[in-house]
């Protein structure tokens, strides 16, 4: 019946040792983590994103405090010119902060390379939407088991970069 079960095992929480949290959005977003926006299709996600890209850009929060920088777009659903800069002039941002991927790319097929172009620009936000369209070619993104390794080598240059 398949391979040998290994045993459960854990660790005693007196054994973790903590370490300091570094905010993009003060107790909403952790920098060097991976940030899911999920929910049902049409109930304004996009708004949110583009939202939020627009007050890093500014460094302008509606709730707390922030980081102010520079934002990468990746989306390969909406229109920049029709839908993603129209809704960065309405939403305030500050363009000269703000950088559209072009062309589309697999970026996570490629995650170093995301890494070097997260260094060079500066990038402290990466919005990467839907994620599964930036998966490489030929991947299943139904399947846990090479989705996750994907992911996990995402929030590994998340982290080693500082972007959220």
């Known amino acids: 019946m398949g391979r040998p079960k290994e045993p459960l095992t854990g660790i005693c929480s007196a054994d973790v040792v903590p370490r300091n949290v570094s905010w993009l959005w003060y107790q909403?977003?952790?920098?060097g983590?991976?940030?899911?926006a999920e929910g049902d299709?049409?109930?304004?996600?996009?708004?949110?994103?583009?939202?939020?890209?627009?007050w890093i850009s500014r460094g302008q929060y509606p709730v707390g405090t922030g980081k102010q920088g520079k934002v990468l777009i990746c989306?390969?659903?909406?229109?920049?010119?029709?839908?993603?800069?129209?809704?960065?002039?309405?939403?305030g941002a500050d363009h000269s902060q703000i950088t559209i991927l072009s062309p589309w790319r697999a970026v996570l097929g490629d995650i170093p390379a995301l890494g070097e172009?997260?260094?060079?620009?500066r990038f402290i936000f990466v919005d990467i939407d839907p994620i599964t369209s930036?998966?490489?070619?030929?991947?299943?993104?139904?399947?846990?088991?090479?989705?996750?390794p994907i992911l996990d080598r995402l929030v590994d240059q998340a982290r080693t970069d500082m972007f959220a």
Do not use: C, H, Q
Request: aromatic share 10%.
């Open 28 to 31: 909403y977003i952790p920098m």
């Open 33 to 36: 983590e991976l940030t899911i």
């Open 41 to 54: 299709p049409g109930i304004g996600k996009g708004w949110f994103v583009y939202g939020l890209a627009a």
């Open 75 to 91: 989306s390969s659903e909406d229109e920049r010119e029709t839908v993603i800069r129209p809704r960065l002039d309405i939403l």
């Open 117 to 121: 172009f997260v260094r060079k620009e």
């Open 134 to 148: 930036f998966l490489p070619p030929g991947v299943d993104p139904n399947k846990a088991e090479i989705i996750k």
